[in-house]
């Protein structure tokens, strides 16, 4: 008998991306061969479509979740507790790790992988029995720093 192999669950965090999405997307279905993941992705209050191609994807699979949240809005709380970011960078930092600890929150994973919107899979291989192969051996449970670039 085989064991089971634990739940990973995808996070992307994007913002107008919908075209880089779709590719990775894509590029996961036809390069995944890991069966038991979720997808979490958090949408930051997109304008070019990917609201409604997120929608359509969440109706289509029951492995994707997404959060769409507005990140004019999330800049007006800090700014209302007077930690408003100084800067676009900080501005950046401030909503990708928000957008994270939302992700974790609803995330049923035992792997949590943070994935970049614009990430693109080339080779059809089980890089993720692998990955997680080396983290249980080193006693590691997330993976996200792993592969986040």
Known sequence: MSKKKPLVTYHVNTYNKKRMLKN??????????YENYEWVIVD???????????????EQSNK????????????????????YPRNNNKKANAVFGKAKND???????????????DHQF?????????????????GVNTVASVIYR
């Open 24 to 33: 990775l997307l894509l590029s996961f279905n036809e390069c995944n061969v």
């Open 44 to 58: 930051q209050g997109s304008t070019d479509g990917t609201v409604e191609f997120l929608k359509n994807v969440m």
């Open 64 to 83: 994707v979740k997404v959060i769409f949240d507005d990140e004019l809005e999330y800049f007006e709380k800090l700014r209302s507790i007077q930690l």
């Open 103 to 117: 992700a974790r929150k609803i995330a049923k994973g035992k792997y949590f992988i943070d994935i970049a919107d």
């Open 122 to 138: 080339v080779r059809k291989v089980d890089w993720v029995t692998e990955m997680i192969d080396v983290c249980e051996s080193e």
